[in-house]
């Protein structure tokens, strides 16, 4: 029977929840670019296996278990795409075999979780953004082409309580380059690559009235142009600062987030700002707010101790790797062997790998079980957290032989319970 | 697991039925009390609390335990979780100081007595988070209080006067959120910090809506009441955190006088500490306790919860966002802040109580005038975790309130501002045990509407603590360190007849429920249907169809149909 019903993308971290789904020719309408591709046939893994065996999937996950337990320090990766009801399973399996529990965003926005413990994340959500923004600055983020319906759904072109028209907001972008979505922008500041930082601090300085400490020149751009882009942002009704990687990831990392948020703090004393990260995965939110209630930290977790202990440049994916500090990893919903540095990938060919994933991916090649899940918001249902914590329910719309990331670690949970035993 | 229970020779307290230090026997089956001869005494296990005080489990009516407050909380403080209170064994791993894990959580109540815990304010657009937090918390029953004061559908109605649509949109949003009642944070104010402002008193204008506090309170209390929700309005009131506020808090719980309600107040106000200040400035500020005390005991429909600071370190966590940025901006601490859609805010700054510090100081001392000078009847002990503090530091609050020598020997260490500041020091009140018994059991069941919870009678739910206490032979007033030792941590917890802590140390893993009022069946909810496709269409950034939570996705949900 052909059905035409909602779905909530599990694509990025816009989550947009106004999906359209015909189940019957598995196509989407309203979805951007990279959501519809997400939601269509897509080639997958096609069954669990072992050593590259096709078996069931108890015994995979039997097979699975026994790595798991027989392992001293094992590395449980990835969680930004599955749903918190899996996450959660994931924690606790790490918790039981004394392993490390790390996330995607420990190679992306990790910089900024560290600002919060610096500085705190003065915020708010995406529904603030669109109903009140009239100033609105994009910061080494380019949603065009990595969150392609944000602007319309909740930033440059949204319409709302106070924003009845795109002409009453300004939409300001700072990057390195032109991007797609600077071409949208009413304003377009290019800086110099690595110098977020210094063009912060003047604009604080500038806003807390000492312009005299700025050089005529801060990145690349003038005093002038800090200066109207300072009086610009002093004069905004509600403002938001969208950061993206170009900040998280260029020289500064979690000091650039750091120094921003400090200007927003600043700002606050004028009028009302805030700022939020441009989170990737769709639910790499859920990736730390889980690990957050249930244990007390977003990533980089070692539990070989019996209890949590949290360390960036100690306990993250690629650290733990390069280090050759795990010695058995389970991989799920990422592929750390197309995007990990090559040391680290190195150490993960030498160690026994479970991969749970619906497609097939780089790290498949490398892993000893591969087993194959179910595709949350399509085939199996689940919380997500969109990039500005705001949780949403994704669906099963189809009925599929694959098993959920959920019920394949309840599996796997109870399996290692059995053999700790 | 047990399904009899026969709890022998303890000295019960069960202040409810009126039970004041007798020594009797207690009888469980299938989770609930029941008579004597309801159960077969050989197959019953005996559980001998001869010399010991047995009492209902704790209720904790007001407490932030769930929710993207209390983990954007945990993330910006990593330092709070160094404490390791538990290592992975045959329970989960607990940590935390202050701010603590979910299963910490529902560990260190069990650990203290207490079997209910309720989380006192859910944002509506995160509720489902807030759920996912309590179903991962350990021991306790619980539910969630979602937030209400600057909803623009509220202020719309408000400003509308139409009750009907008001009731409706009530009845709708506790069903959505599976939230249990209405909680009131700064009515007006939060909406006026979405363009920079806060309300200064219950007249001021909410910018954008033709309403005042005083507007939105009266209707929320009105409508809760036509509805018979369990819980009344739960108010956090206006001007939190400024000196002078105690007029304003007058003032507010003033608005219902008249109102009746058989079976319960017709208004809580929360943390009171937080809102009693006298004073025009920090130099000045002094206690305002001493008023608001003696208006709630002059009504009969209001009841109040203390917001006990504790010295040493805390996190203050409010849906009162202008009031956090006042706090970051006046200690210079992190601070983080969420706007939420067109519902409200919440922001989160962390603290720590200085004993030698005159303000914090002052703040302990008016909590305690709070708890003491208030009609026992109507005063709830909380410490608004972990606003003021720690909830595991309740034995300290239950052992101050019953002993002047305790308190005398406290305000030895802290500042001396309190002897000018506060009437603390020559108030002579000692409460009895069955008052603090009442406090922290079958009061806040009451100011709920639990009528299950709270007390032993048959039919309660079979929700018990075993404290080493006799209270025939205890000394309240001097004895006060065996007191604070006793209800740190219990003999016995027992959660719907399970034995979930012996001695102290936990023997079993028990998930409670989570309770939710539906109240669809007393408004007209087609009433409101054309203004949520509205609103959602042009305000909100998810669709009407995917906003809520149901009742599938929790793990042991307890529908409340009213």
């Known amino acids: 029977m052909a059905e035409t019903v909602n779905v909530v993308c599990t694509f990025c971290g816009s989550v947009c929840d106004d999906g359209q789904f015909d189940t019957e020719k598995f196509k989407s309408k309203k979805l951007c670019k990279l959501g519809s591709s997400k939601f269509s046939e897509k080639e997958r893994i096609k069954a669990p296996m072992v050593d590259g065996k096709e078996v069931s999937y108890e015994e995979a996950i039997e097979k699975a278990a026994e790595i798991l337990v027989n392992a001293k320090k094992p590395l449980l990766y990835g969680w930004a795409s599955t749903v918190n009801e899996a996450i959660r399973l994931g924690v606790i399996l790490t918790e039981k075999v004394g392993g490390v529990y790390d996330q995607c965003a420990s190679v992306c926005h990790a910089p900024g979780t560290l600002a919060v413990i610096e500085e705190g994340l003065p915020g708010g959500t995406l529904g603030a953004i669109k109903n009140r923004a009239d100033v609105v600055v994009f910061w080494g983020a380019n949603p065009m082409e990595a969150h392609p319906r944000h602007g319309m759904r909740y930033s440059i072109s949204a319409k709302g309580l106070l924003i009845k028209d795109r002409k009453q907001r300004k939409v300001i972008v700072v990057d390195v380059r032109p991007t797609k979505t600077a071409k949208l922008a009413d304003e377009f500041i290019q800086i110099k690559p690595g110098y977020d930082y210094p063009i912060i601090s003047a604009l604080r300085a500038i806003i807390s009235g000492n312009a005299d400490a700025v050089p005529d020149e801060v990145g690349g751009v003038s005093k002038e142009k800090l200066i109207e882009l300072a009086e610009t942002m002093k004069n905004a009704k509600y403002g938001a600062v969208l950061y993206g990687l170009g900040v998280t990831q260029s020289r500064g990392r979690d000091r650039n987030i750091e120094n921003a948020v400090k200007l927003i703090q600043l700002l606050n004393r004028h009028t009302r700002w805030v700022i939020w990260p441009m989170r990737g995965h769709y639910n790499v939110v859920g990736a730390g707010e889980v690990p957050a209630w249930e244990v007390g930290y977003q990533y980089a977790i070692d539990f070989s101790r019996g209890y949590p202990r949290f360390s960036p440049a100690e306990f993250s994916a690629v650290e733990v790797l390069k280090r050759r500090d795990c010695d058995a990893a389970l991989i799920i919903s990422s592929d750390p062997v197309a995007h990990f540095p090559r040391a680290a990938v190195k150490h993960l060919k030498e160690i026994p790998v479970i991969q749970i994933d619906p497609f097939p991916n780089m790290t498949t090649l490398v892993a000893n079980v591969v087993i194959p899940s179910a595709i949350a918001g399509i085939e199996a249902e689940g919380t997500a957290y969109r990039m500005d914590g705001i949780p949403l329910r994704v669906k099963k719309v189809v009925e599929s032989k694959y098993w959920s990331d959920e019920q394949i670690l309840e599996r796997l949970l109870e399996k290692v319970e059995e053999l700790k035993r | ?562």
């Open chain 2, 1 to 562: 697991m047990h399904h009899m229970l026969h709890i022998k020779n303890g000295i019960v307290i069960d202040p409810k039925n009126g039970v004041k230090a007798e020594k009797m026997d207690i009888f469980v089956k299938d989770g609930k009390i029941v008579e004597e001869g309801e159960i077969s005494k050989n197959e019953a296990k005996v559980i001998d609390a001869s010399n010991k005080l047995v009492v209902a489990g704790g209720v904790d009516m007001h407490a932030h335990i769930a929710g993207s407050k209390i983990n954007t909380g945990r993330t910006m403080r990593p330092e709070e979780m160094r404490v390791v209170r538990l290592i992975a064994n045959k329970f989960r791993t607990a940590v935390g100081r202050v701010l603590l894990t979910s299963p910490a959580i529902g560990y260190e109540y069990a650990k203290m007595g207490y079997t209910s815990a309720f989380e006192a304010a859910q944002p509506p657009i995160g509720a489902l988070h807030t759920h996912e937090e309590l179903d991962s918390i350990p021991m306790v029953d619980k539910a969630a209080l979602p937030v209400f004061g600057n909803w623009h559908f509220v202020l719309k109605y408000v400003a509308e006067k139409d009750m009907e649509k008001l009731k409706a949109f009530i009845a709708w949003a506790i069903e959505r959120t599976k939230g249990f009642g209405v909680k009131v944070v700064n009515p007006g104010g939060v909406e006026a910090w979405m363009y920079g402002g806060n309300v200064s008193s219950l007249d001021d204008q909410v910018p954008g809506f033709n309403v005042t506090p005083r507007e939105i309170i009266t209707s929320l209390v009105k409508a809760t009441e036509e509805l018979q929700l369990n819980h009344s309005v739960h108010l956090h009131c206006n001007r939190l955190g400024v000196p002078g506020n105690y007029e304003t808090t007058v003032e507010s719980i003033k608005l219902v006088d008249g109102i009746k309600n058989d079976s319960r107040q017709v208004l809580h106000v929360t943390h009171v500490q937080f809102n009693a200040y006298a004073g025009d400035s920090w130099r000045t500020v002094a206690s305002g306790a001493e008023a608001i005390a003696k208006t709630v005991n002059a009504m009969d429909n209001v009841t109040i919860d203390m917001g006990q600071p504790i010295f040493g370190h805390a996190t203050a966590m409010t849906g009162d966002a202008p009031f956090q940025f006042t706090l970051h901006r006046l200690t210079g601490s992190r601070w983080s802040n969420k706007d939420s859609e067109i519902e409200g805010g919440a922001g989160i700054v962390p603290i720590a109580y200085l004993p030698k510090n005159p303000v914090h100081a002052l703040q302990w001392a008016i909590g305690l005038e709070l708890g003491l000078l208030t009609d026992s009847d109507k005063v709830v002990l909380t410490t608004d975790y972990p606003n003021g503090g720690p909830f595991t530091e309740y034995p300290y609050i239950m052992a101050m309130l019953m002993s002047k020598k305790m308190r005398e020997g406290e305000l030895e260490r802290v500042s001396p501002f309190v002897q000018k500041a506060s009437n603390l020091p020559a108030i002579d009140v000692e409460k009895s045990l069955e008052e603090v018994i009442h406090m922290t059991r079958s009061l806040p069941a009451r100011v709920l509407g639990l009528p299950n919870k709270g007390h032993l009678g048959v039919g309660a739910d079979a929700d018990i603590a075993i404290y080493d206490l006799n209270p025939l032979e205890v000394d309240t007033s001097n004895d006060f360190e065996k007191i604070y030792k006793a209800f740190k941590t219990a003999v016995y917890t027992i959660k719907d007849g399970n034995i979930l802590v012996k001695d102290g140390e936990m023997v079993d893993e028990y998930w409670g429920k989570t309770y939710w009022v539906d109240a669809r069946g007393k408004a007209d909810m087609e009433a409101i249907k054309d203004d949520l496709n509205e609103f959602f269409s042009k305000y909100y950034t998810v669709e009407l169809q995917n906003y809520g939570v149901e009742e599938r996705w929790l793990k042991k949900p307890e529908r409340i149909v009213i």
